[in-house]
Every structure is written in C-alpha cells, then in structure tokens.
C-alpha cells in the first residue's frame, strides 16, 4: 500500500526532528526498501549535532567503509559551542532563578527588562542566550531542555520574531517528549499568534507577501498539529472543532488536501461516541456531513480509500463500493504513522455507519446480508450487531427477530418544525462568515513552495 503512505508529502512540512519518527515508522511498516528509509534518516541526521546517531547510520549504510573524518571535527565544534553557550545562558539563570527577582518580575515585558538592566545589567541580548542555547540543545536532540530554555526566553524577550521562533521550537519540543497535555497548550498558544499577528511577523526575514506567509505558517500548523491530535485523549475532537473552522478549512483546501484522510478518520473515530449520548459538540456530531461535502468538493485533487469509503457510503449509497473501500482503507489506516493504534477502533466505527445508512433506508434488514456488507461472518454479525444496537441510540427503533434472522426497524415520523431546523442548521452562521471572507479577503495568492518556520538549527 505505498501508493497511498503520505509520509513523502508530510515530511516537507515538518522540522527534521519531527520527521525523524516518521522514518522509523517506515522502516517498521516495510513499505518501502529499508536501504532507502536509512539513507533519508542519515541525510536529516547530518544535517544536525545528533553526531553518534548519524554516525551509526552511515555504518549501517556502508559497513565497509571508514567513519568520514568531518564527523570528528563536527563533535569538536558542537562541544565547544555547547561549553560556551552554556556559559552565557548560566548567567541568565542566575539571575532570573533568584528568589527576590522572580517576585519583582511582573506582566509587563518591558517593565521586567528596564529592571533587569538596571538592577542587574541585564539587556536582551544577554537574555537572548537562553534562546541560543535552547536551539542549540534542540540541534542534539535533548528536547526537555530545550523546552526549559526556550520557555525562560519567550517570558522576558520582546523580540517577536524570535518569540515566534521559539513557539515553534518549544511545540516540537513537547511533541518529541510526549508532554500531550502541555504540547496541546502549546498548540493553541501558537494558533493564536499565527491567526491573530500580522502576516509579515510569522516567519523571520520572509520576502513573500503577507497572506501568503501567513497560509503557509498555518499549513505548517496543521501538520504539526497531527502529533498532538492523534495522541491526546480529546484529540480527534479537537481536531474536528479546528480543521473544520472556514479560515483552516480553507488553508487545507488550499494547500494540503491530503489532510482529508485525518479529518475523515476522526469523524469516523467520533461518530459512534456522538451517537450514543457522549457529550460533544454540535460541529462534531454534524462532522461526517460537512466532510462529504468537502470530499466532494476535492476529490479531483486528493482521494484515497479513507475519503472514497465515505463518498460510496453517503454520495453514492453504493454499499458494496464502501465495502471494498472500507477493506483497503483498513490497511491504509494501519500502515499510517498518525492513524495506525486506532485502526481496531476505525474500522469499528466504520461498521457503525454502513449500519447506521443502511437501517436508515429499510426497515427490514437480513442479518446476514448485513453481516456480509460488514466484512463479517453470520455469528460474528449477530454478535456485533446485538452489541451496536444495545449501545447506541438506535435501540429506541431496531427490535432484532432472532427467530427470522431479520432486524426490524420502527421510526416515528419526523416532525415538520424539526426538518426545517435540520434544513437551516448553521445557516446564519454561513451566511456571517461568507459575509466576512467577501469583506476581507485579498487576491487569492498563487500557491509556492513552503517555507520552514523560524525554527534556526534544527533544519
């Protein structure tokens, strides 16, 4: 199933150290020739101070051959690099870590430096140490402290570019940590700097123009959000809440359609929770509808067996198609790097909806033949369907007939008031937000290649 691993079009977007996990899921996966996955983890790895690890992977390359020697003079120089940068972010700490200027330091950026000048001759360039250091910690791959000093800077720096710069780095540092609750509250920190900052300010010394620079920050913001997503215990929902808000809906349309396949798979992961009762929102339980549409809308540009499953299911109502749809996206879930632990719980979900569409257009149903359009035997059939019926709401209209091997399903009909509040769901909503886009929207950009976030030695 390589034809559909999106790790080559992923890894573009991400910071090396991030796609570093990626690689060593391929080579798990055996995708693809694990001569080829190396050579790509050697060629990231020599590009940072993580000296020992590319070291081993050009001995796992060329067992024959000598260590080159610039492996040697690179350790010299990150040592003493290291030494010194220590030296002047110690400083800094120094002062900070007293007791006596922790509790003079207030809100006020400013304030805080004027203080710290002086009382203590400290000047933000002096400050600016702790960021240095923390990208340097950050280049050989000890991310926990890196995330320590990088936090330190961006509380007393009033540098925006370099604070953006170290939002990114403290992000990636949380991800590569698996610190969830805290990269999630990073998350969030730095969509609110990237949707509310000027354009020009997201990425340092960036000769695009504004808009552009700022679809790419957010197109680098929804793929380094996957991490998060997809490991956080409320990740799917969150994901559902943000991706399928107008301004990150349109940047994915825009720029990463393949994003689809995420969006998709956390609506399906959400639905059966949504529909027994679980607290969620209204985004949420109405996902699957308005991802259709947008799978619709984009399928000349990206589909894969994830997005076409939900197309036969609710565009074409072709329950076989879903079926052998739903049989590749199985082992497409499975092979991806983000989607692969859920894949028990996807296709699970998945069975939910075909049953779900499919007792909504009969009222008579053959266990059987329900059971086959699952991909299950007749036993295991009933067994699931006596489970899904007694855990979801559809138990208030489905009686099983055990005796004719039949499902019966009883709806009472749906009140006019109530059709018309489902036909106008959301519609004042729509109609404030394309009210806005048509007021504020510039000249749709001409898409090019993205652009790394300032995140300086760890590329």
Request: proline fraction near 4%; charged fraction near 25%; hydrophobic fraction near 40%.
């Amino acid at each position: 199933m390589a034809e559909y691993d999106l790790s080559k079009t992923i890894i573009p977007y991400l910071d090396r150290h991030l796609a570093f996990p990626l690689l060593a899921h391929l080579v798990e996966t055996s995708l693809f020739p694990v001569e080829q996955v190396q050579a790509a983890q050697y060629e990231l790895a020599k590009g940072t101070n993580m000296l020992d690890y590319a070291v081993s992977l050009f001995e796992q390359l060329h067992p024959d051959e000598e260590i080159p020697e610039e492996f040697s003079g690179k350790r010299e120089k990150a040592v003493s690099t290291n030494e010194r940068l220590q030296l002047e972010a110690q400083a800094v700490l120094d002062v900070i870590e007293n007791p006596d200027v922790a509790q003079a330091l207030r809100q006020d950026k400013n304030q805080n430096l004027q203080y710290l000048k002086d009382n203590y001759n400290l000047t933000l360039e002096q400050i600016t140490a702790l960021y240095n250091f923390g990208q340097f910690q950050y280049t050989y791959g000890n991310y926990s402290g890196a995330a320590d000093y990088l936090y330190h800077f961006r509380v007393l720096s009033t540098d925006n570019d370099l604070n953006t710069s170290a939002h990114w780095g403290k992000l990636a540092s949380d991800i590569l940590t698996g610190k969830w609750d805290t990269a999630l509250e990073e998350l969030n920190t730095l969509r609110d700097v990237v949707d509310s900052r000027s354009p020009s300010t997201l990425l340092a010394a960036s000769a695009e123009p504004a808009a552009l620079t700022q679809l790419h920050s957010r197109t680098w913001l929804v793929h380094w959000s996957l991490f998060v997503y997809f490991n956080h215990p409320q990740g799917r929902t969150l994901l559902l809440e943000t991706f399928l808000s107008p301004t990150y809906l349109n940047t994915i349309q825009t720029s990463c359609p393949w994003v689809l396949r995420y969006i998709a798979t956390a609506a399906i992961l959400s639905r059966k929770s949504a529909a027994g009762g679980t607290a969620a929102s209204s985004r949420v339980r109405h996902s699957i509808r308005e991802i259709v549409k947008v799978i619709q809308t984009e399928e000349y540009q990206y589909q894969d067996p994830v997005t076409s499953f939900l197309k036969e299911l609710y565009v074409e109502f072709d329950f076989e198609a879903a079926q052998r749809e739903l049989t590749l996206a199985d082992r497409v879930v499975g092979d991806d790097f983000f989607l692969g632990e859920f894949r028990e719980e996807f296709l699970d979900n998945a069975r939910y909806l075909i049953s779900e569409a499919y007792c909504r257009i009969h009222q008579r149903i053959d266990i059987g033949d329900l059971s086959e359009r699952l991909n299950l035997s007749r036993d295991e059939g009933e067994k699931w369907i006596v489970n899904l019926i007694r855990e979801t709401r559809m138990g208030a209209e489905a009686k099983i007939d055990l005796e004719k091997n039949v499902i019966e399903i009883h709806r009472s009909p749906l009140p006019v008031y109530q059709s018309v509040i489902e036909k106008t769901r959301g519609l004042a909503f729509r109609t404030q937000a394309l009210g806005t886009g048509m007021l504020h929207s510039p000249q749709q950009p001409q898409q090019s290649q993205p652009q790394p976030p300032a995140v300086e030695g760890a590329r």
